[in-house]
């Protein structure tokens, strides 16, 4: 609650000034982010020469360059009227919101081949941790990362996305697409951002300007970002400050690295730092880090916010678990699927000879597609049974977004809901007449009825 009326307030304060357009663009750019917490010591902090119309913001900029989570341009420069990028603005939030760990986490796995880099050279090496957060989070979806270029200026409207994305409220966002939006530049909204535009006006978190207008493709700056950004980090540090003392956590180890230990609770993946002179029991005796096994059940104790005691003992070592979700992508080749659920998305082998069901019947690896609802039992790790079902539906709606590329996709209005869908490259698509249509020759605007397999559409009937 603390952190929603923290950018309630913000980002009532900062959405509606105007800020000058003066700063240069500088050469030797380190994104926000990109540095750790902790900073520089007392002291040491750099002052910037840049912020004269700009005191609204200074102090929020001053704080979080102390602290290392964002930093300037050049010496003595930090361009607070620079446009902040969408990269940049998604991983100041995902600072904000306290998932750093999970995204330095994942950038550790990628650089190690230990995680698929699903973002390849599209954008710096830095990024691609704070990528994989956002996808997994759902703070950013496929369509995005198709038709979106993440080093190119965040809009008002896409960082209204991200922040309502990011608390949780994309299903309400949904449901508000064909509300009214008050502005007199509504038009200028995009189809798919009404309900994040109508959300964060209605909940007062981002307010159009004294003329009535939103302003939805006006880019956010730097300034901007770094006041909501320390608003939400005094929150987050607030709650930490009140967790301090002795603790005892009890969760599944993922990756000890660079004098951190990170380990999953809660469907969260969280970073402690190691003390100097740690213990680590296993089974009640005396061992070292180096004697834990990744995937397995421990405990930590904290002490003022340093992992101090490490606790596995085996016969708690959850040895077989499950895992639930949507394929979302499959390598023949090499028997790998990706599967997605709701908190997380995970890359997984199936070796030959794995039992594989599908609706009941004896399958094979090569009968699994992408978009089937699926079950892995694993024990230890690796897969010992795979269960997946078929999915169809048939509805109408009205074509609002039509993609043309490697994989064409269309977004369809069926009610007060959106759906978008990959269309299959062999999908039957004809007028009502019965004439054959090429998926170029669908209009937006056009009504159609669609039947959908395993999230892929296969078959187009025109309805006008």
């Known amino acids: 609650m603390k952190k929603i009326i923290s950018l309630i307030l913000t980002m009532g304060l900062l959405f509606t ?8 663009e500088y050469k030797g750019f380190t994104p926000p982010g990109l540095a750790k917490k902790g900073g520089l010591p007392p002291g040491i902090a750099k002052k910037f020469m840049d912020l004269d119309g700009f005191d609204w913001a200074r102090e929020a900029i001053e704080k979080l360059a102390h602290k290392g989570i964002i930093s300037g341009v050049a010496e003595g420069q930090f361009a607070p009227s620079r446009h902040v990028t969408k990269i940049e603005a998604l991983a100041m939030i995902i600072r904000a919101m306290g998932w750093d760990d999970a995204a330095d986490l994942s950038l550790d796995l990628i650089k190690k081949g230990k995680k698929e880099d699903k973002i390849k050279d599209k954008l710096q090496d830095w990024t691609k941790g704070y990528m994989e957060v956002a996808r997994e989070k759902g703070l950013i979806d496929e369509i995005d990362l198709a038709q979106q270029n993440f080093a190119t200026p965040a809009t008002r409207q896409e960082v209204a996305k991200y922040i309502i994305r990011a608390l949780g409220l994309e299903e309400e966002a949904q449901q508000r697409m064909n509300e009214k939006l008050r502005f007199k530049d509504t038009s200028a909204v995009q189809i798919g951002a009404v309900g994040y535009v109508y959300l964060i006006d209605a909940k007062d978190i981002m307010k159009g300007y004294p003329d009535g207008t939103f ?7 730097r300034a901007e970002m770094a006041s909501l950004v320390a608003i939400l980090d005094e929150q987050l540090d607030d709650g930490e400050d009140e967790a301090q003392g002795v603790q005892t956590i009890k969760g599944k180890l993922i990756w000890v690295h660079d004098e951190k230990i990170f380990i999953e609770r809660n469907k969260d993946i969280e970073g402690y ?14 061992k070292t880090i180096k004697d834990l096994k990744i995937g397995e059940i421990i405990e930590i104790k904290i002490e003022d916010k340093i992992v101090q005691e490490i606790w596995w ?8 678990e499950s895992f639930q979700g949507i394929i979302t992508d499959i390598n023949i080749d090499d028997q790998k699927i990706v599967v997605k659920n709701e908190n997380k998305e995970k890359l997984f082998t199936i070796e030959k000879g794995t039992e594989i069901k599908m609706d009941g019947k004896t399958k094979s690896f090569h009968d699994l597609a992408v978009g089937m609802k699926i079950e892995l039992k694993l024990e230890n790790g690796k897969v010992t049974k795979v269960t997946a079902a078929t999915t169809a539906e048939t509805f109408k709606g009205i074509i609002i977004e039509k993609i043309t590329g490697k994989e064409n996709k269309l977004t369809l209005q069926a009610g007060n809901q959106m759906k978008t869908f990959a269309v299959a490259k062999n999908a039957e698509i004809k007028e009502k007449d019965g004439d054959i249509l ?5 209009k937006v605007g056009k009504e159609v009825q669609v039947k959908v397999e395993n999230y892929m559409i296969v078959k187009i009937y025109t309805q006008d």
């Not at 000034?17 to 240069?24: H, T, V, W």
């Not at 085996?314 to 040895?319: G, K, S």
């Not at 090429?438 to 669908?442: G, H, K, P, V």
Request: proline letters at 7%; aromatic letters at 8%; zero cysteines.
């Open 215 to 221: 302003r939805p493709n006006q880019p956010v700056r």
């Open 438 to 442: 090429s998926f170029d020759e669908l």
């Open 313 to 320: 003992k085996t016969d708690v070592v959850v040895i077989e």
């Open 17 to 24: 000034m105007g800020i000058p357009s003066y700063a240069a």
């Open 273 to 286: 730092k190691l003390g100097n002179d740690i213990k680590v029991y296993i089974h009640g005796k005396m």
